[in-house]
């Protein structure tokens, strides 16, 4: 089974504060793709990584891919308010099977 | 472009009693997903159609869970009877295929039973 662990769980901090994030797993995928979920809301995808070793930029958020396409970050720069929410990266694994999401990472970025 | 839409966004019921929720996926998509979200378990899949047949329902959790894909712009989930620790919030999404396509979710069904 495939699974991926997202660290850390929770993670309060002051605006403008960097911050990073991971996404880990044993098994390989295909690509990743990380959501942003506001209260109230289905999650949003923000990005998906295809090459091993990509590296995608979204203005303050930086997205990378491992070497081994088995890991993944997200590293926040300056961080802001809007910032706030569940951050869930999910794994495409062999064709025809569904995505696996992580348990997320939940930001709280205070003023 | 209207995204998916669920309903009810929210639902407060007895144990014991028939819960129904819709969810209208995005025109064109061929994959549509029922997922159910809590704090302990994260965003679990439930079942997921493709053209409107079931692929995988191994995430229902039990015989109490039902799902429908009737045509390709409506499916239901179903539980009967509801228990209290099936209250969670239940997402519907869709997407054009499978692999590394996007995911469009809907905005949730907030289901408690009391």
């Known amino acids: 089974t495939q699974l991926l662990e997202q660290s850390p769980q929770f993670l309060s901090i002051q605006e403008g504060e960097n911050l990073t994030v991971y996404c880990n797993s044993s098994s390989v995928f295909s690509s990743l793709q990380w959501y942003r979920q506001e209260p109230g809301e289905g999650p949003v995808l923000l990005v998906t990584v295809v090459t091993g070793g990509e590296v995608k930029k979204l203005k303050r958020l930086t997205f990378q891919f491992g070497d081994a396409r088995k890991d993944s970050s997200l590293h926040i720069t300056a961080a802001q308010t809007g910032d706030t929410g569940l951050y869930l990266c999910a794994g495409a694994g062999q064709a025809g099977t569904a995505l696996i999401f992580g348990k997320g990472t939940t930001l709280s970025v205070s003023s | 472009d209207a995204g998916v839409i669920q309903s009810p966004r929210h639902e407060v019921t007895e144990m014991g009693q028939e819960v129904t929720l819709r969810c209208k996926p995005i025109s064109g998509h061929d994959y549509l997903f029922w997922y159910r979200q809590t704090m302990m378990r994260g965003l679990e899949l439930l079942i997921y159609?493709?053209?409107?047949?079931?692929?995988?329902d191994s995430g229902m959790p039990e015989d109490r869970f039902s799902a429908k894909m009737p045509n390709a712009s409506f499916s239901t989930l179903k539980i009967q009877p509801s228990e209290p620790r099936d209250s969670a919030v239940y997402f519907c999404?869709?997407?054009?295929?499978?692999?590394?396509?996007?995911?469009?979710f809907g905005d949730g069904t907030r289901l408690s039973i009391l």
């Open positions: 999404a869709s997407s054009l295929w499978q692999g590394d396509q996007p995911q469009h």
């Open positions: 159609f493709n053209n409107n047949v079931p692929i995988d």
